[in-house]
């Protein structure tokens, strides 16, 4: 079990680009979660996936942003016309279904950065 | 959405200090959790509390959830380096509490 990895871990792009970051999730996890985390600031929930489904997305996911959990295993997050406003830590994170109350293992974020 | 707010929003204290870190709200909650995050790295789970009143020990840390279940208490005992991080609070919502939502933390930083 190597955990949630992220890739990249930082990106640098100018105002206008388009980035899409991907995320691993933990293997036999059937749940997928992206966050936006800002300075000074805890991670505010930004979408769901349960195995290929997206269930839920925050008010925060823009039309400029889409994610995708094609095989309901790997997630990618694109972000169309970047803006300054965008640069941010996106952290995945994935759990297994069942249970009273989730556990969600944090990977270790992507940095965004919008020159 | 519930607010939960953390205090104080920064902490630096000497080696070997103890020290005690608050989440409130104004709201009731089934369960809380405490994370610890530390720089460039994502949030890694300490402890779920769910009962009003209860006490959780994790080493040299201790969990307390208020008996009205509206607030938490994280104490530290003898504080070390390695315990810096940005520690913060969340409560789960939706089926199985999938949906997190996070209070902006308490940034601790221990110094040798």
């Known amino acids: 079990d190597t955990g949630v990895s992220q890739n990249p871990r930082h990106k640098i792009t100018k105002r206008g680009q388009n980035v899409t970051f991907r995320c691993d999730p933990i293997s036999e996890h059937n749940r997928l979660y992206w966050y936006r985390q800002t300075l000074g600031q805890g991670p505010e929930f930004l979408t769901y996936f349960q195995n290929e489904a997206q269930l839920e997305k925050s008010r925060l996911l823009s039309d400029r942003f889409s994610a995708e959990r094609p095989k309901g295993s790997f997630s990618t997050l694109e972000i169309q016309r970047t803006e300054q406003g965008d640069s941010a830590m996106y952290l995945c994170?994935?759990?297994?279904?069942?249970?009273?109350?989730?556990?969600?293992?944090f990977g270790p974020g992507t940095r965004l950065t919008v020159l | 959405t519930q607010l939960l707010e953390q205090s104080p929003q920064f902490l630096s204290i000497q080696e070997g200090e103890n020290l005690t870190v608050y989440c409130n709200s104004s709201s009731v909650f089934s369960s809380l959790q405490w994370y610890r995050q530390e720089p460039g790295e994502g949030p890694v789970l300490l402890v779920t509390v769910v009962t009003g009143g209860e006490v959780k020990k994790l080493k040299r840390l201790t969990f307390q959830f208020g008996d009205a279940r509206k607030d938490s208490s994280l104490h530290i005992t003898a504080a070390q380096p390695g315990d810096t991080g940005l520690y913060l609070c969340a409560y789960g919502s939706g089926g199985s509490n999938y949906k997190l939502t996070f209070g902006k933390g308490t940034l601790l930083t221990v110094n040798p």
């Open positions: 994170a994935s759990s297994p279904s069942g249970g009273v109350i989730d556990t969600q293992y």
